[in-house]
């Protein structure tokens, strides 16, 4: 059974940085693919960072390019998303996503509040 347990998020103020960790059980694969979506108020859910540790190779939304980072934890099948110099407009519900391929669908996680306020 496959499960994503999310940790970090909080409310701060703009400028300020945070940090996301995300861990992944229940998967066969040795590597998988994962990343980060957020969903604020009336909006739909966008990806903002995904990471493929097998190629090392990274994506991130053009509004976060610059300030946040995504890396792999210190376990296999964990994530960490560094979000630096916060803005009001990053306030939303951010959730971690892993998948086995990219040609299947995400399993989710819990979802944390990341608040930033002016």
């Known amino acids: 059974q496959v499960q994503l347990v999310e940790s970090g998020g909080g409310s701060v103020q703009a400028g300020d940085s945070l940090r996301l960790s995300c861990a992944a059980s229940g998967y066969t694969y040795s590597r998988i693919y994962m990343g980060w979506f957020r969903q604020a108020p009336g909006k739909e859910r966008e990806k903002v960072a995904e990471f493929y540790s097998r190629s090392g190779s990274t994506y991130y939304a053009d509004s976060v390019k610059g300030r946040f980072t995504i890396s792999q934890g210190n376990a296999e099948n964990t994530v960490i998303l560094q979000m630096n110099n916060l803005k009001p407009e990053d306030t939303a519900m951010y959730y971690c996503?892993?998948?086995?391929?990219?040609?299947?669908?995400?399993?989710w996680g819990q979802g944390g509040q990341v608040t930033v306020s002016s």
């Open positions: 996503a892993a998948r086995p391929t990219k040609d299947t669908q995400w399993h």
